[in-house]
């Protein structure tokens, strides 16, 4: 089986008027998806953002629950938030993956948007149970990922299909989705 991280990227990403922006940091998203990814067996999950108060603000969070009062009132909290690093870029996230597996990771961005190539959930989910080089996923913050990022990736995933024509999942939602229908119990 390959080894599997997530990384949470805040910046570069797309407002609603298609402008790069970075997103805020927020402490749902932190505490949510790290419990998701520790629930699959994720390796690692990558809060990605380049702005100093941002990431301030993430160790703040993280070390409630590694040293503060956290850290005893509710330990699988702290077990599932061991999992998190932060990264200034996704550059730093990549070379993060590569320290600890000595190999470059293969990229799977997401995004909702229409008209990219993409793979099928079925294909990503064989190269998380075939041994090889480990594959990083990126979730896109605020309206996604740009597009130097999806050019640069090695993979598309598809879009998680919806039944009602609205298609805005919450990026902690999409992340659950996401993991259970890639590392799941089958």
Do not use: C
Not at 48 to 75: C, M
């Amino acid at each position: 089986m390959s080894d599997f991280y997530l990384a949470l990227i805040h910046y570069p990403v797309y407002d609603k008027g298609h402008n790069i922006v970075t997103t805020s940091i927020t402490n749902m998203d932190i505490h949510d998806i790290a419990r998701s990814a520790r629930t699959y067996g994720v390796k690692r999950y990558f809060v990605v953002t380049p702005t100093r108060t941002l990431r301030l603000l993430a160790e703040k969070i993280l070390d409630h629950w590694d040293h503060g009062y956290g850290s005893t009132y509710n330990e699988t909290r702290k077990d599932a938030l061991s999992l998190v690093a932060l990264a200034d870029d996704l550059d730093g996230a990549v070379k993060a993956v590569h320290t600890e597996t000595g190999q470059r990771p293969r990229l799977v961005a997401t995004s909702a948007r229409s008209g990219l190539r993409r793979v099928s959930f079925a294909n990503v989910r064989q190269l998380a149970e075939t041994p090889g080089p480990p594959l990083l996923m990126l979730l896109g913050t605020g309206w996604g990922l740009i597009d130097e990022i999806l050019d640069q990736s090695d993979y598309i995933l598809e879009p998680i299909p919806g039944v009602s024509g609205y298609n805005h999942l919450s990026v902690r939602a999409a992340a659950a989705i996401l993991l259970d229908r890639l590392l799941g119990a089958r």
